[in-house]
């Protein structure tokens, strides 16, 4: 399984989402503990925005939408800042 849509790259637009976490500042596993959180409110389909500075949340997303079942569908990487897009299976 893919966990990152192929077809949006970091010069595409961002994505639509209905719901954001603001994690700057936290360190692991808080940024996936709070995404997950969201998610667990959220309806299937349903567009999540992370925000992180946690310069290992990159891969630590990518990990979580693998074992959760979530797709990743985008993620950006810009001034120390890392936006990630999660879809809710």
């Known amino acids: 399984m893919n966990d990152v849509?192929?077809?949006l790259d970091a010069g595409a637009e961002a994505p639509a989402f209905e719901q954001e976490v603001d994690a700057s500042g936290l360190t692991?596993?808080?940024p996936i503990l709070r995404a997950k959180k969201a998610l667990?409110?959220?309806e299937?389909?349903?567009v999540l925005r992370v925000i992180t500075t946690d310069r290992n949340a990159i891969r630590d997303f990518q990990a979580f939408a693998?074992?959760?079942g979530n797709v990743l569908v985008a993620q950006r990487e810009t001034d120390g800042r890392g936006v990630h897009f999660l879809r809710r299976r």
Do not use: H, N, V
């Open 5 to 7: 849509d192929p077809s």
């Open 28 to 30: 692991c596993p808080l």
């Open 40 to 42: 667990a409110q959220m």
């Open 44 to 46: 299937s389909g349903q």
């Open 66 to 68: 693998r074992q959760t």
